[in-house]
């Protein structure tokens, strides 16, 4: 046969490849260490407080720094991607959070800490949003969901892992050891991604249609379609011009836009107000630091078994109905929370499955959010989306702090954490009256079920 077939169609109509595995592994690799350098202050922090005396009331900036910088990188990052490429924004947000992580371990002083949290964060918000656009370019349409929040498995498995680590080396060498393995381990991985990850091929076929490269990325996917074979015409979805944030907002994308950041803000804002501060709640009430940290590995836990049944179940019901039951689950696992702080394995079977339902709902967001918008701006719409939420993930802290110096009660403040899955919840249901390419929880965004 003569025919032509585009890039896009190649990568749809195609089993995964060995390439694409290996794209997708180093991503969710980044993913990981990425979690587990944004995660470990929260087991760090009273042994730190106890080495540099540093009352742990003080504490509220050093979590903040880096949620701060993670908000920034997020929302400068997208579109420098979008028209530089994804491949050495991975590179250089992954050096940066190394190399600051490993420099952490040295700190002696409050605002040290906070200085090199915050630059730490910066490469942590680097590199989520390109990860996302990455895999999801190089995943074929019918497995997008799944691959997308399958990665996103890789934000708890990496606090899991930090928990563990610190469970280990904390005792054995004290917290510094936790930043140099933190740092070490992502340094270490830059040589096979610099060698390993490619350049996305969609961004390639978009800005430089005539780039060698998308040739040998294409004869690793599909080495039986012969190079002339390969449609290099002019895309449909030209770049647009101007300012690539202004184009979240054109073309029919605006309420979409602002209905999608909605739930991201509050998911995130749920996520870290319970990372926080549950273990603090807990032992409020009279609980053992250790349930604390046993409560959080199992937070950590659900999101990583939420994060890996979320793509399937979004491709069964559809990613509409699978968030709005999910929120609904969380405002009464919360409620739940509120008050089940003497029963043990209540509390772990409460923390577990609320795990589950909001990292999972966060697993489903990013994955809608790299499906609704197209490859021109794809990692600025992911980019912004994550800054958006970031500022909840700032909220969600800084909330807990002020409710408790209002002489608040554990129990008052959790009640008042079912709000935002409640808002979430409203704002997704508020998307019904979209139609077409503004809606962006549509059952089936922008896929055609390949035979």
Known sequence: MNSTISVSDIIDEYPLSRFQIVTIGLCGAVLILDGFDAQCIGFLAPSISETLSIPLK?????????????????????PIADRWGRKWPVIISTLLFASFTVMTARVTSLNELVILRFLTGLGLGGAMPNVVSLTSEYAPKRLQSVVVAMLFCGMPAGALLAGMVSTVAIPAWGWRSVFYFGGFIPLALLPALIKALPESVLFLSE?????RRIFAFMAKIAPDVAEERINMSVPTDLPRKGLPIKHLFTEGRALGTILLWVPFFMNLLIIYFIVSWLPSFLRQAGQPVSMGVTAISLFSLGGIVGCLAEGRLMNAFGAYIILVV?????????????????????IMGVTFVLGCSVQGAQAALNAVAASFYPTPMRSTGVGWA????????????????????????????????????????????????LRGDAAPYRAEPDVEEVP
């Open 386 to 433: 994550l800054g958006v939420g970031r500022v909840g993930s700032i909220v969600g802290p800084v909330l807990g702090g002020v409710l408790l110096s209002m002489d608040w009660t554990p129990r008052q403040i959790l009640l008042t954490g079912m709000l935002p899955a409640f808002s979430a919840g409203v704002a997704i249901l508020l998307t019904s009256s």
């Open 207 to 211: 800005r430089r249609p005539n780039s």
């Open 326 to 346: 999910e929120f609904g689950l969380s405002v009464l696992l919360i409620a739940a929370l509120a008050f089940t702080d003497t029963s043990f394995l209540l």
């Open 58 to 78: 003080n504490f509220g900036p050093v979590f903040g720094a880096s949620l701060v910088g993670l908000m920034i990188a997020a929302l400068a990052i997208g």
